[in-house]
């Protein structure tokens, strides 16, 4: 086979390699439209841009039953919440009835959480809040009315881009200060005011969608959205949404193309060593190192900054069985053989570099196996994690639904 004029390559290889970089670049543009998750747009919308990605802010209040709630406890399952108060004369009643018709038209589910806060804390006791969701028909099980801190009540509006305005604020302030009787918090001197919007946060914990709380429309569209976000299953991961670190949460993909090209340079490499052509080989193996490097510099920002927006590093595996044990010990394998890939891969590039060809051939024999179990293996966890997981998760959740389904239907069946 002739070789191509100064690159000590044959055609051959200029085509396994060309056909290589192809598929690489292929994985890249699959996986981002197949496979990059996050809110996808509602029936209607398909036009609107995405929303700005907002976590929202974890809610620690207590509820019509004078019990704690905690927002931690909602992971996992897609939840709603609205600003009100009981005594509200405006918007109040018709975001209440609404939240009531969503609740009915989704029906019990444990996949769903119903949460509204109250605007006037001092007035809307756990009794009040109590009296007013059974006037609604509120199911407890699903459908919380929170009370607390006006501070804090205000902090978790704010964190979720809504206005909640209370002059009752500073009456407490002087009640606190002296300056006004304990049992007498004054005038109020003028409305409450705040936002009518709902808003829908993903089983992941991060914001879906802002939604007006008196449209028609807007409660179809939320309605179509939150039954997207409760099939979704989703735990809080960078991955779940794109929007979350720009174009730093695709960089899953982009690692595991690196090491697809890591793995296509090693073996171009060995095959261009056994035909001798040392040169080309050596240009191909420092090809590969760089790759190397570039995916150890990727790896390390995307879960450095991960950890920094979300407080978790990684991706877990949620699936139990023998999936589970086949994806950690082919990730265990590759974590630990990844970290003797850098001082194996220069020492033998070294050793190559001040004509010691025999302990660079020796070396060679151990550094090229695992740098290439290494390169293949990380994307198979790849695949694994962003494709194979996903998949796994929706089956599970299907046959657990699967039973309930059952059980709903029968009534009819001996009807």
């Given at each position: 086979m002739r070789p191509i004029a100064r690159s000590g390559m044959t055609r051959v290889d200029l085509?396994?390699?060309?056909?290589?970089?192809?598929l690489c670049a292929a994985l890249i543009v699959w996986s981002w439209f197949r496979f990059a998750p996050g809110p996808r747009a509602s029936a209607g919308s398909e036009s609107a841009a995405p929303p700005p990605l907002i976590k929202a802010p974890r809610i620690t209040?207590?509820?019509?039953?004078?019990?704690?709630?905690?927002?931690?406890?909602?992971?996992?399952?897609?939840?709603?919440?609205?600003?009100?108060?009981?005594?509200?004369?405006?918007?109040?009643?018709?975001m209440t009835g609404n939240m009531r018709t969503l609740q009915e038209s989704i029906g019990p589910t444990d996949r769903l959480r119903l949460v509204s806060i109250t605007c006037d804390p001092w007035r809307d006791t756990p009794q009040a809040l109590a009296a007013y969701a059974q006037a609604y028909g509120a199911d407890e099980r699903q459908w919380s009315f929170l009370t607390g801190e006006y501070g804090e009540i205000q902090r978790y509006a704010r964190a979720l881009l809504l206005s909640v305005e209370n002059p009752q604020q500073e009456?407490?302030?002087?009640?606190?200060?002296g300056a006004a009787p304990a049992d007498d918090p004054g005038d109020h001197g003028g409305p409450i005011v705040h936002s009518s919007r709902f808003v829908l946060v993903g089983p992941d914990g991060f914001v879906r969608g802002w939604y007006s709380g008196t449209d028609a429309a807007e409660m179809d569209r939320l309605l179509a959205d939150a039954r997207l976000a409760m099939e979704s299953?989703?735990?809080?991961?960078?991955?779940?949404?794109?929007?979350?670190?720009?174009?730093?949460?695709?960089?899953?993909?982009?690692?595991?193309?690196l090491n697809a090209v890591s793995a296509t340079l090693l073996v171009v490499g060995l095959r261009?060593?056994?035909?001798?052509?040392?040169a080309a080989h050596r240009r191909t193996m420092i090809a590969a190192l760089l790759v190397?490097?570039?995916?150890?510099?990727?790896?390390?920002?995307?879960?450095?900054l991960r950890q920094m927006a979300e407080g978790v590093g990684h991706t877990p595996w949620r699936v139990?069985?023998?999936?589970?044990?086949?994806?950690?010990?082919?990730l265990i394998s590759h974590v630990v053989l990844a970290?003797?890939?850098?001082?194996?891969?220069?020492?033998?590039?070294?050793?190559?570099?001040?004509?010691?060809f025999d302990a660079h051939r020796r070396l060679a024999r151990v550094t090229w196996p695992i740098w290439m179990y290494v390169a293949v293996t990380g994307v198979i966890v790849y695949l694994m994690l962003y494709q194979l997981h996903p998949a796994l998760l929706k089956y599970r959740q299907a046959g657990e639904a699967a039973p309930q389904a059952l059980v709903e239907a029968a009534p009819r069946r001996g009807a």
């Open positions: 085509t396994v390699w060309t056909i290589m970089v192809a209040l207590t509820d019509q039953r004078e019990e704690a709630f905690d927002s931690h406890d909602l992971l996992g399952r897609a939840w709603i919440v609205d600003f009100i108060f009981t005594n509200c004369p405006g918007p109040c009643p018709i009456a407490e302030r002087l009640t606190r200060e299953g989703e735990t809080p991961t960078a991955a779940a949404h794109p929007q979350s670190m720009g174009l730093v949460s695709y960089l899953p993909a982009l690692n595991a193309t261009l060593i056994r035909r001798g052509k040392r190397s490097v570039a995916f150890l510099a990727s790896y390390i920002t995307y879960h450095t139990a069985g023998a999936w589970r044990g086949i994806y950690y010990t082919i970290a003797t890939v850098p001082p194996l891969a220069i020492r033998t590039l070294w050793l190559a570099s001040k004509g010691r």
